[in-house]
């Protein structure tokens, strides 16, 4: 499984209801796209949950690479460059992944970034991230739970899907959730 994001920044005026409005037009195009796990379209407004920009930052998971990669090469993601240009695509390898039955409940989603440190036991991370992947789903705190690491900067994500918001920290990326593109079953 391949996670993947890619964020736009909008200026601090920007009119986010066109946001909203193109998630609520564009998301269903891509409910049951072939080897999507989901597509959660993410946005995020300046001030609001400690944000410090306005956002546009769909999260996906993909079952298989090539999802990700017929996406990527499709009309869907050409429109969407021609509107706000061609953004950084982050992806990581997905260590572990739950997602809960009720994830179409999901109205909020996080996001965090960690750096690993040089020569960190990767084995023992991925086992203490896909432990807490694993608990959150089984706890019922969270909807859907990703932790995965991208192995060219070092980094690890940490993204949750929400019914509420949880407490985060000023390091959290905090979103709403607009739309929810899942796999057909």
């Known amino acids: 499984m391949i996670a993947m994001q890619y964020s736009f920044t909008l200026p601090a005026d ?10 609520r037009d564009k998301g269903p195009l891509l409910d ?7 597509k959660a379209y993410l946005s995020a407004r300046k001030g609001e949950f400690g944000s410090r920009d306005n956002l546009y930052a769909p999260f996906y998971l993909w079952r298989k690479p090539e999802g990700a990669s017929d996406f990527l090469c499709g009309p869907g993601f050409e429109t969407l460059a021609s509107a706000f240009g061609w953004p950084q695509v982050r992806t990581w390898i997905v260590w572990q992944a739950e997602i809960s039955g009720d994830i179409a409940s999901a109205r909020f989603a ?4 960690l750096q690993t440190e040089a020569y960190a036991p990767l084995a023992d991370i991925r086992r203490a991230e896909s432990a807490q992947t694993e608990a959150e789903i089984a706890t019922g705190d969270a909807l859907a739970s990703v932790c995965g690491f991208e192995p ?18 000023a390091e959290t990326q905090s979103y709403r959730v607009g739309h929810l593109s899942l796999a057909r079953p």
Request: charged share 35%; proline share 5%.
């Open 32 to 38: 049951g796209f072939p080897n999507l796990g989901f």
């Open 14 to 23: 920007y009119d986010m209801s066109i946001i909203d409005r193109r998630i």
């Open 152 to 169: 060219t900067t070092w980094t690890r994500v940490r993204f949750r899907l929400w019914r509420e918001l949880p407490e985060i920290d």
């Open 110 to 113: 996080t996001r965090d970034i």
